[in-house]
């Protein structure tokens, strides 16, 4: 092996740096590097690239590259001025690494992933949109008006009337008041517990019809199971609360003393869960339709005498 081609190996393994790896950074052939290490400058292209592939392979591994050409210069085969050596062979693979290393480039290497992400966060912003645009235009309906059943305000009025009056009169309203306690007490234990008997769903809506409901103290509690739902809670046709359950949550509404009809309109109905007086209603068979609104209605003493009737 000549001289000046060890010591050039020498200093390569000592870089750490493996033909392959020399090849990668000079863009000299690895054949031609075997060639310089082995001091067989005729396999060279030709005698002006001696010269310059020494230097650059030189100055690569950390040697200084024109001591190291005037140390073995009756070594080297005689070449073309070095100006021109440097201009057609140094000069060329340095812009190379410069075009490589130019940020264009860069950018087309990572063309790929850059144009993946940025599809990425389209589909998930416009995925976004959807959603909001969907839960933004769900129809809010309108409770039909029960005619049938309504919150009495004459008694209240009744109530202000006899409040004011003598305390004669006082006395005999709270004699009237507690026997119709005793009344109220024997009838909710004939009527039994609550129940809740729900109608089969016709397009949009359905109706459930509420037995033995407490005068006060009524509670509509409504759920999500395992996707996010709008719900809206109406009483006498007005909105109670309206809001975005979500996913495993739960709102419960108080309901307003003496009130006899109520609806649940949800924007999700497969996935949403009512429950009144801890009481969960059996909403059927789930269908198609994906809003629903369900109308509560309180059945009067009356209806309930006539059904223990029968």
């Known amino acids: 092996m000549d001289e000046i081609g060890q010591k050039l190996r020498t200093a390569r393994i000592e870089k750490g740096y493996t033909l392959d790896d020399l090849q990668q950074i000079t863009k000299i052939q690895k054949r031609y590097l075997i060639a310089i290490e082995e001091g067989n400058f005729d396999a060279l292209p030709g005698d002006f690239y001696v010269r310059a592939f020494i230097k650059q392979y030189a100055e690569t591994v950390g040697l200084d590259a024109d001591a190291l050409l005037t140390q073995f210069q009756q070594d080297i085969p005689d070449t073309q001025p070095q100006e021109y050596v440097e201009q057609s062979v140094e000069n ?98 004939k009527n039994g517990s609550l129940k809740i008997a729900v109608a089969d769903v016709s397009t949009t809506r359905q109706t459930a019809t509420v037995t033995n409901l407490p005068a006060s103290g009524n509670t509509i509690k409504v759920a999500a199971t395992d996707a996010a739902a709008w719900v809206a809670v109406y009483v006498n046709n007005a909105v109670t609360w309206q809001g975005t359950v979500q996913p495993g949550s739960e709102h419960t509404v108080d309901l307003p003393d003496g009130t006899t009809s109520f609806a649940v309109n949800s924007g999700n109905m497969p996935k949403t869960t009512i429950t009144l007086n801890d009481k969960k209603v059996d909403l059927g068979t789930t269908t198609t339709s994906v809003v629903r609104t369900v109308t509560f209605t309180a059945a009067s003493s009356s209806s309930s005498e006539s059904g223990n009737v029968q």
């Open 92 to 189: 060329r693979t340095r812009s190379e690494r410069t075009a490589e290393n130019s940020p264009v480039n860069k950018l087309r290497q990572h063309a790929w992933p850059i144009a993946i992400a940025a599809l990425a966060i389209v589909i998930i912003v416009g995925a976004y949109l959807v959603m909001w645009h969907y839960s933004s235009t769900q129809p809010k309906e309108t409770i039909p008006t029960n005619d049938n059943v309504s919150v009495s305000s004459s008694k209240k009025a009744s109530s202000s009337k006899k409040a004011s009056s003598s305390s004669q009169k006082a006395s005999s309203t709270s004699s009237k008041a507690k026997s119709s306690s005793k009344k109220t007490k024997k009838s909710s234990k």
